[in-house]
Protein backbone atom coordinates (compact mmCIF):
# COMPACT_ATOMS: atom_id res chain seq x y z
CA UNK A 1 0.00 0.00 0.00
CA UNK A 2 2.92 2.54 1.14
CA UNK A 3 4.57 1.65 -1.98
CA UNK A 4 1.42 2.41 -4.00
CA UNK A 5 1.09 5.61 -2.33
CA UNK A 6 4.54 6.75 -3.02
CA UNK A 7 4.55 5.88 -6.50
CA UNK A 8 1.46 8.37 -6.84
CA UNK A 9 2.94 11.43 -4.93
CA UNK A 10 6.10 10.50 -7.38
CA UNK A 11 4.31 10.52 -10.41
CA UNK A 12 2.28 14.04 -9.06
CA UNK A 13 5.41 15.28 -8.82
CA UNK A 14 6.88 14.64 -12.09
CA UNK A 15 3.52 15.44 -13.88
CA UNK A 16 3.63 19.05 -11.95
CA UNK A 17 7.62 19.62 -12.94
CA UNK A 18 6.62 18.74 -16.54
CA UNK A 19 3.55 21.04 -16.36
CA UNK A 20 5.85 23.69 -15.02
CA UNK A 21 8.41 23.88 -17.07
CA UNK A 22 5.59 23.53 -20.12
CA UNK A 23 4.43 26.64 -18.71
CA UNK A 24 7.48 28.70 -18.36
CA UNK A 25 8.17 27.39 -21.95
CA UNK A 26 4.88 28.98 -23.53
CA UNK A 27 5.73 32.17 -20.76
CA UNK A 28 9.05 33.10 -21.96
CA UNK A 29 8.96 32.32 -25.14
CA UNK A 30 11.42 29.94 -27.31
CA UNK A 31 14.87 30.38 -27.41
CA UNK A 32 15.16 34.06 -29.33
CA UNK A 33 16.83 33.55 -32.99
CA UNK A 34 18.67 36.29 -34.83
CA UNK A 35 16.81 39.23 -36.83
CA UNK A 36 18.37 39.24 -39.91
CA UNK A 37 21.84 37.25 -39.73
CA UNK A 38 21.88 34.27 -41.73
CA UNK A 39 24.21 31.91 -39.51
CA UNK A 40 25.90 29.16 -41.06
CA UNK A 41 25.28 25.72 -40.03
CA UNK A 42 29.08 25.35 -39.35
CA UNK A 43 31.80 27.88 -39.74
CA UNK A 44 33.79 28.42 -43.10
CA UNK A 45 37.48 28.66 -43.55
CA UNK A 46 38.61 31.87 -44.74
CA UNK A 47 40.92 31.34 -48.20
CA UNK A 48 44.48 32.59 -47.48
CA UNK A 49 45.24 36.47 -48.09
CA UNK A 50 47.77 38.98 -47.65
CA UNK A 51 46.69 42.76 -47.35
CA UNK A 52 48.13 45.78 -45.37
CA UNK A 53 46.16 47.58 -42.45
CA UNK A 54 46.24 51.12 -42.56
CA UNK A 55 49.99 51.58 -40.38
CA UNK A 56 51.19 49.05 -43.31
CA UNK A 57 51.55 45.74 -41.48
CA UNK A 58 50.24 42.92 -42.37
CA UNK A 59 47.07 41.80 -42.49
CA UNK A 60 46.30 38.15 -43.21
CA UNK A 61 43.81 35.45 -42.03
CA UNK A 62 45.43 34.82 -39.11
CA UNK A 63 45.23 39.14 -37.98
CA UNK A 64 41.22 37.97 -37.80
CA UNK A 65 42.58 35.03 -34.99
CA UNK A 66 41.47 36.27 -31.27
CA UNK A 67 38.22 38.49 -31.47
CA UNK A 68 34.95 38.33 -33.33
CA UNK A 69 35.22 40.98 -36.54
CA UNK A 70 32.62 42.40 -38.30
CA UNK A 71 33.91 43.09 -42.23
CA UNK A 72 32.79 45.38 -44.69
CA UNK A 73 33.91 45.54 -48.43
CA UNK A 74 33.40 49.45 -49.66
CA UNK A 75 35.48 52.14 -50.83
CA UNK A 76 36.43 55.48 -49.56
CA UNK A 77 34.88 57.86 -52.20
CA UNK A 78 32.32 56.16 -51.74
CA UNK A 79 29.83 58.67 -49.83
CA UNK A 80 26.45 57.09 -49.08
CA UNK A 81 26.70 53.41 -48.41
CA UNK A 82 30.02 52.96 -47.37
CA UNK A 83 29.74 55.32 -44.73
CA UNK A 84 26.35 54.89 -43.27
CA UNK A 85 27.11 51.02 -42.91
CA UNK A 86 30.69 51.88 -40.92
CA UNK A 87 28.56 54.44 -38.60
CA UNK A 88 25.68 51.79 -38.27
CA UNK A 89 28.28 48.98 -37.16
CA UNK A 90 30.15 51.85 -35.21
CA UNK A 91 26.67 52.76 -33.38
CA UNK A 92 25.97 49.38 -32.76
CA UNK A 93 29.03 47.98 -31.03
CA UNK A 94 28.89 51.16 -28.57
CA UNK A 95 25.67 50.56 -27.65
CA UNK A 96 26.77 47.00 -27.17
CA UNK A 97 29.59 48.30 -24.91
CA UNK A 98 27.07 50.64 -23.09
CA UNK A 99 24.89 47.58 -22.50
CA UNK A 100 28.03 45.70 -21.25
CA UNK A 101 28.09 43.01 -23.08
CA UNK A 102 31.27 40.72 -24.16
CA UNK A 103 32.89 40.07 -26.19
CA UNK A 104 32.70 42.99 -28.31
CA UNK A 105 33.26 42.55 -32.30
CA UNK A 106 36.01 44.86 -33.83
CA UNK A 107 35.21 46.51 -37.34
CA UNK A 108 37.01 45.66 -40.50
CA UNK A 109 36.80 48.06 -43.76
CA UNK A 110 38.68 46.03 -46.78
CA UNK A 111 38.42 48.27 -49.62
CA UNK A 112 37.75 47.19 -52.51
CA UNK A 113 39.63 50.04 -54.76
CA UNK A 114 42.96 49.64 -54.08
CA UNK A 115 44.07 52.38 -56.49
CA UNK A 116 43.10 54.99 -54.86
CA UNK A 117 42.84 53.65 -51.33
CA UNK A 118 46.06 53.72 -50.32
CA UNK A 119 47.02 52.18 -46.38
CA UNK A 120 47.10 56.07 -45.36
CA UNK A 121 43.65 56.80 -46.89
CA UNK A 122 41.95 53.84 -45.00
CA UNK A 123 43.83 54.22 -41.97
CA UNK A 124 42.37 58.18 -41.54
CA UNK A 125 38.98 57.16 -43.26
CA UNK A 126 38.55 54.29 -40.29
CA UNK A 127 40.27 56.27 -37.62
CA UNK A 128 36.46 58.54 -38.46
CA UNK A 129 34.19 55.36 -37.43
CA UNK A 130 35.96 54.98 -34.03
CA UNK A 131 39.71 53.38 -32.87
CA UNK A 132 37.60 50.02 -33.05
CA UNK A 133 37.63 50.48 -36.80
CA UNK A 134 40.71 49.17 -38.80
CA UNK A 135 40.90 49.71 -42.77
CA UNK A 136 42.52 47.28 -45.24
CA UNK A 137 43.90 47.56 -48.59
CA UNK A 138 46.26 45.80 -50.32
CA UNK A 139 47.40 44.21 -53.93
CA UNK A 140 44.24 43.23 -56.07
CA UNK A 141 45.14 39.73 -56.80
CA UNK A 142 45.10 39.08 -52.86
CA UNK A 143 42.37 41.14 -52.81
CA UNK A 144 40.62 38.87 -55.25
CA UNK A 145 41.59 35.84 -53.56
CA UNK A 146 39.68 36.95 -50.07
CA UNK A 147 36.49 38.29 -51.86
CA UNK A 148 36.33 35.67 -54.50
CA UNK A 149 36.65 32.68 -51.54
CA UNK A 150 33.79 34.72 -49.70
CA UNK A 151 31.62 35.48 -52.80
CA UNK A 152 32.23 39.08 -52.46
CA UNK A 153 31.65 41.17 -55.66
CA UNK A 154 32.93 44.45 -56.83
CA UNK A 155 33.43 45.69 -60.02
CA UNK A 156 34.62 49.41 -61.37
CA UNK A 157 31.89 51.29 -62.96
CA UNK A 158 32.14 54.23 -65.10
CA UNK A 159 35.34 53.56 -65.46
CA UNK A 160 36.08 56.35 -68.46
CA UNK A 161 36.08 59.02 -65.38
CA UNK A 162 38.54 59.65 -62.83
CA UNK A 163 36.07 60.10 -60.21
CA UNK A 164 34.96 56.17 -61.14
CA UNK A 165 32.76 54.49 -58.86
CA UNK A 166 32.69 51.05 -57.72
CA UNK A 167 30.14 48.23 -57.15
CA UNK A 168 30.31 46.22 -54.32
CA UNK A 169 28.71 43.71 -52.10
CA UNK A 170 27.25 45.63 -49.11
CA UNK A 171 26.89 42.38 -46.91
CA UNK A 172 28.83 42.54 -43.93
CA UNK A 173 30.61 39.65 -42.51
CA UNK A 174 30.91 37.97 -39.27
CA UNK A 175 34.40 36.27 -38.65
CA UNK A 176 34.50 34.35 -35.27
CA UNK A 177 37.96 34.17 -33.14
CA UNK A 178 39.18 31.22 -35.45
CA UNK A 179 39.69 33.18 -38.01
CA UNK A 180 36.17 31.55 -40.17
CA UNK A 181 33.19 32.68 -41.58
CA UNK A 182 30.39 32.20 -38.84
CA UNK A 183 27.63 34.63 -40.54
CA UNK A 184 26.51 37.46 -42.97
CA UNK A 185 24.31 40.47 -42.55
CA UNK A 186 22.29 41.51 -45.63
CA UNK A 187 22.27 45.15 -46.72
CA UNK A 188 20.34 47.73 -46.37
CA UNK A 189 22.26 47.63 -42.37
CA UNK A 190 20.35 49.15 -39.44
CA UNK A 191 22.70 49.06 -36.04
CA UNK A 192 19.37 47.74 -34.04
CA UNK A 193 19.57 44.15 -35.93
CA UNK A 194 23.63 44.11 -34.82
CA UNK A 195 22.71 44.84 -31.31
CA UNK A 196 20.03 42.29 -31.34
CA UNK A 197 21.93 39.44 -33.12
CA UNK A 198 25.60 39.65 -32.63
CA UNK A 199 24.84 38.62 -28.98
CA UNK A 200 22.90 35.43 -29.74
CA UNK A 201 25.32 34.20 -32.09
CA UNK A 202 28.74 34.51 -30.43
CA UNK A 203 26.98 33.35 -27.57
CA UNK A 204 26.01 30.37 -29.35
CA UNK A 205 29.31 29.39 -31.04
CA UNK B 1 32.01 83.67 -37.68
CA UNK B 2 31.27 87.21 -37.87
CA UNK B 3 27.73 89.03 -37.46
CA UNK B 4 28.00 89.96 -41.45
CA UNK B 5 28.10 86.22 -42.85
CA UNK B 6 25.11 85.21 -40.12
CA UNK B 7 22.74 87.66 -41.31
CA UNK B 8 23.79 86.42 -45.02
CA UNK B 9 23.69 82.88 -44.00
CA UNK B 10 20.15 83.18 -42.38
CA UNK B 11 18.54 84.92 -45.33
CA UNK B 12 19.94 82.09 -47.40
CA UNK B 13 18.67 79.56 -45.52
CA UNK B 14 15.27 81.90 -44.98
CA UNK B 15 14.60 82.21 -48.50
CA UNK B 16 15.79 78.63 -49.55
CA UNK B 17 12.91 77.17 -47.14
CA UNK B 18 10.36 80.16 -48.00
CA UNK B 19 7.20 77.96 -48.72
CA UNK B 20 5.26 79.67 -51.58
CA UNK B 21 7.78 82.22 -52.73
CA UNK B 22 10.60 81.12 -54.94
CA UNK B 23 9.14 77.94 -57.25
CA UNK B 24 11.84 75.56 -55.53
CA UNK B 25 12.31 75.65 -51.85
CA UNK B 26 14.42 73.07 -49.73
CA UNK B 27 14.06 71.76 -46.66
CA UNK B 28 15.67 68.91 -44.01
CA UNK B 29 19.39 69.94 -45.71
CA UNK B 30 22.04 67.94 -44.32
CA UNK B 31 25.54 67.75 -45.77
CA UNK B 32 28.42 65.38 -44.07
CA UNK B 33 31.24 66.86 -43.22
CA UNK B 34 34.11 65.49 -45.90
CA UNK B 35 35.52 61.92 -44.65
CA UNK B 36 39.37 61.89 -43.87
CA UNK B 37 40.85 59.89 -46.47
CA UNK B 38 38.68 60.81 -49.57
CA UNK B 39 37.26 64.18 -49.06
CA UNK B 40 33.92 63.13 -49.80
CA UNK B 41 30.82 64.38 -48.59
CA UNK B 42 27.00 63.47 -49.20
CA UNK B 43 24.09 66.19 -49.53
CA UNK B 44 20.62 65.06 -48.65
CA UNK B 45 17.92 67.41 -48.67
CA UNK B 46 13.89 67.71 -49.24
CA UNK B 47 13.20 70.04 -52.46
CA UNK B 48 9.34 71.30 -52.53
CA UNK B 49 8.26 72.22 -56.04
CA UNK B 50 5.81 75.18 -55.55
CA UNK B 51 5.15 75.64 -59.32
CA UNK B 52 2.80 74.16 -61.47
CA UNK B 53 5.20 72.85 -63.46
CA UNK B 54 7.93 70.01 -63.42
CA UNK B 55 11.29 71.57 -62.50
CA UNK B 56 14.35 70.01 -63.40
CA UNK B 57 17.89 70.45 -62.41
CA UNK B 58 20.87 69.45 -63.99
CA UNK B 59 23.62 71.03 -62.31
CA UNK B 60 24.13 71.78 -58.57
CA UNK B 61 27.70 73.31 -57.71
CA UNK B 62 29.59 74.24 -54.27
CA UNK B 63 32.61 77.11 -53.79
CA UNK B 64 33.49 74.97 -51.47
CA UNK B 65 34.22 71.36 -53.42
CA UNK B 66 35.56 70.88 -56.47
CA UNK B 67 32.70 69.23 -57.74
CA UNK B 68 29.20 68.28 -57.13
CA UNK B 69 27.52 64.89 -58.97
CA UNK B 70 23.85 63.79 -58.30
CA UNK B 71 24.06 60.30 -57.47
CA UNK B 72 21.32 57.47 -56.68
CA UNK B 73 22.05 54.44 -54.59
CA UNK B 74 21.09 51.50 -55.99
CA UNK B 75 20.75 48.02 -53.95
CA UNK B 76 20.01 45.51 -56.09
CA UNK B 77 21.15 41.23 -55.13
CA UNK B 78 23.11 42.55 -52.60
CA UNK B 79 25.03 44.53 -54.64
CA UNK B 80 25.20 48.64 -54.08
CA UNK B 81 25.51 50.72 -57.31
CA UNK B 82 26.01 53.96 -57.27
CA UNK B 83 24.99 55.72 -60.83
CA UNK B 84 25.34 59.58 -61.50
CA UNK B 85 21.91 61.19 -63.09
CA UNK B 86 22.26 63.73 -65.76
CA UNK B 87 18.82 65.18 -64.16
CA UNK B 88 16.59 65.57 -61.10
CA UNK B 89 13.18 66.18 -61.79
CA UNK B 90 11.21 67.78 -58.89
CA UNK B 91 7.45 67.07 -59.95
CA UNK B 92 4.68 69.96 -59.83
CA UNK B 93 3.57 70.70 -56.47
CA UNK B 94 5.33 67.91 -55.27
CA UNK B 95 8.55 67.46 -53.46
CA UNK B 96 11.88 64.90 -54.04
CA UNK B 97 13.68 63.48 -51.87
CA UNK B 98 17.56 62.83 -51.52
CA UNK B 99 18.24 60.52 -48.74
CA UNK B 100 20.09 57.98 -47.09
CA UNK B 101 20.90 55.17 -49.66
CA UNK B 102 18.72 56.99 -52.10
CA UNK B 103 19.32 60.19 -54.51
CA UNK B 104 21.85 62.36 -53.01
CA UNK B 105 24.40 64.54 -54.02
CA UNK B 106 28.10 63.44 -53.71
CA UNK B 107 30.50 66.59 -52.86
CA UNK B 108 34.06 65.97 -53.85
CA UNK B 109 37.60 67.69 -53.76
CA UNK B 110 36.58 70.18 -50.47
CA UNK B 111 38.75 73.19 -50.50
CA UNK B 112 40.08 75.15 -47.50
CA UNK B 113 38.28 73.82 -44.31
CA UNK B 114 35.07 74.97 -43.20
CA UNK B 115 32.05 74.51 -41.50
CA UNK B 116 29.43 75.76 -43.91
CA UNK B 117 28.42 74.63 -47.33
CA UNK B 118 26.54 76.47 -49.89
CA UNK B 119 24.68 74.43 -52.69
CA UNK B 120 23.80 76.41 -56.05
CA UNK B 121 20.99 74.25 -58.28
CA UNK B 122 20.32 75.23 -61.74
CA UNK B 123 19.06 74.21 -64.77
CA UNK B 124 20.96 74.62 -67.28
CA UNK B 125 22.56 78.39 -66.84
CA UNK B 126 19.31 79.25 -64.83
CA UNK B 127 19.27 79.67 -61.17
CA UNK B 128 16.64 78.02 -59.49
CA UNK B 129 17.87 77.59 -55.52
CA UNK B 130 21.01 78.16 -53.16
CA UNK B 131 20.78 76.85 -50.01
CA UNK B 132 23.43 77.09 -46.89
CA UNK B 133 24.09 74.81 -44.01
CA UNK B 134 26.72 73.99 -41.46
CA UNK B 135 28.03 70.36 -42.39
CA UNK B 136 27.49 68.11 -40.11
CA UNK B 137 29.79 65.07 -38.56
Redesign the interface.
Known sequence: MMQTIRLFIASIALAAVAAGGWFAYRLAGPPPLPRTATVLPAPADLPEFSLVDGHGNAFDRDSLRGSWSLLFF?F??????C??TLQALASARQELETAGIEPLPRIVFVSVDPE??TA??????A??FGAATTGVTGDMTQLRQLTNGLGI?FQK??RESD?Y?V?????VLLVGPDAKFHALF???HEAANFVHDLPLIMASR | MSGRFCILLAALLAAACAPGGAPLSADSIVV?RP????G???AYLTLNNNSAEDIVITRVVSPEFA?V?M?E?V?KD???????LARLVVPAHGTLGLE??GK?L???GAGAASSTVTLHFFAGDTPLLTVSTVLED
Open positions: GTHCPDVPLRDEVVRDYAHFSNNSDHSAVGAP | TLPGSTSASAHSLGVSRMRPPGHMLH
